[in-house]
């Protein structure tokens, strides 16, 4: 299997929202790095995670089921998922894949962290 290429910041801001800073491609190949971010802002105690894909450079059907993957694991949680930074692209997949609907997109971080609450 070849080694992903992609790279996921985590970063908490407040007490109750957690950023994942994603750069490079979102295939099936970033499962694991994925999951210990997830796990990362699980353990810091977030009730709401951000996906930012502003340096998204690719994203193919694996990596859709990598966010579903992400969106069950959050609801396990009890945790709301949202995303900004999508190219006009990717906004257009999320919506035929109906992942908008589960998802709230978002333009920027300032608009995700107002939705989640945080000011």
Known sequence: MPAPTVSMDVRTVGDRAGVIDIKGDVT???????????????????????LNFTDLEYMNSGGIGMVVTMLVRANRQRQALLAYGLTDHYRQIFELTR???A????ENEADALAAAGVR
Do not use: N, R
């Open 28 to 50: 099936s190949t970033c499962e694991q790095i994925l999951t210990a971010a997830h796990d990362q802002l699980t353990s810091a105690g977030v009730s709401s995670i951000l």
């Open 99 to 101: 992942l908008d609907e």
């Open 103 to 106: 998802i709230k997109i978002h």
